[in-house]
């Protein structure tokens, strides 16, 4: 998949997704990363990209003129012109469902708004999603859109050494995962549950699955709904 990020601060994206899975993806070329920096578009010497609110009111606004040129040129610079996203609390909140759905997409163009956001005529005109990570405010759209590259990444084939293991993980089946131990088998007197000692696989499985309903029950009683209840299981989907 090609991701291509506009933002004012290309440098954040330096970090978050040099280290470990995500940058082995990009070693591979399972993720095709490109930061564009927006003020590449701006036309004055000062490289102005935003302006003040018509109407008044505080802060400021990113251009329209100077987003759409930006688009327009990043959009040209590869096959498919890919689906544009504004990253926005204002935006469908994201969930596995969207990410599964994104990770399908062979091209996908983040755009990170600053300072009160971006022109609305930009949105309406050239962005087809708008997509936020949940209901605060940031800064900007940068931490978002590094949240939406990692999700989307995971979900990519080849992206995880072992693909099975984006199957059994939280949400994968509408479930929060079971608990997970390791060794020691007791440390201060906390025990691992007996059962994950045992060796007995069935037993193990049935255990792991009543610890997804259970949990599931008691922390994201939301999941549960339309699943027909915890004891019954069933698919989410
Ligand atoms: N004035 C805007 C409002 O009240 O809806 C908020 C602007 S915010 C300070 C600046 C930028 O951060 C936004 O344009 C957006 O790109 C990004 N942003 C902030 N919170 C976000 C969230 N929860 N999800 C996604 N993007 C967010």
């Not at 090609?2 to 399972?30: N, Q």
């Not at 590869?78 to 969930?95: C, F, K």
Request: hydrophobic share 35%; charged share 30%; glycine share 10%.
């Amino acid at each position: 998949m090609r991701v291509d990020v506009l933002t004012l601060f290309p440098e954040a994206f330096t970090g978050p997704l040099d280290i470990s899975i995500i940058k082995r993806a990009r070693e591979r070329g399972i993720l095709d990363l490109h930061v564009h920096n927006i003020r590449d578009w701006a036309l004055d010497k000062h490289r102005t990209v935003d302006d003040y609110p018509f109407g008044g009111g505080h802060g400021m606004v990113m251009r329209v003129d100077v987003l759409d040129r930006a688009l327009e040129a990043v959009q040209g610079m590869a096959e498919p012109r890919g689906l544009v996203i504004y990253l926005s609390p204002q935006g469908e909140r994201l969930n596995d469902r969207i990410v599964r759905e994104l990770a399908r997409e062979p091209r996908l163009i983040l755009v990170c708004g600053r300072y009160e956001g971006v022109d609305e005529r930009f949105i309406e005109h050239c962005v087809d999603r708008e997509i936020s990570i949940g209901d605060y405010v940031l800064t900007g759209g940068e931490l978002p859109a590094m949240v939406l590259i990692d999700a989307v990444t995971r979900h990519i084939p080849g992206a995880l050494g072992d693909d099975a293991s984006s199957l059994d993980e939280s949400f994968a089946d509408g479930l929060l995962e079971h608990p997970q131990y390791t060794r020691p088998a007791e440390y201060k007197g906390w025990r691992v549950p007996e059962v994950l000692l045992s060796g007995h696989h069935a037993r193990i499985a049935e255990w792991r699955k009543q610890q997804r309903l259970l949990r599931t029950q008691q922390r994201r009683p939301d999941l549960l709904a339309g699943r027909g209840g915890p004891e019954e299981g069933g698919d989410s989907s």
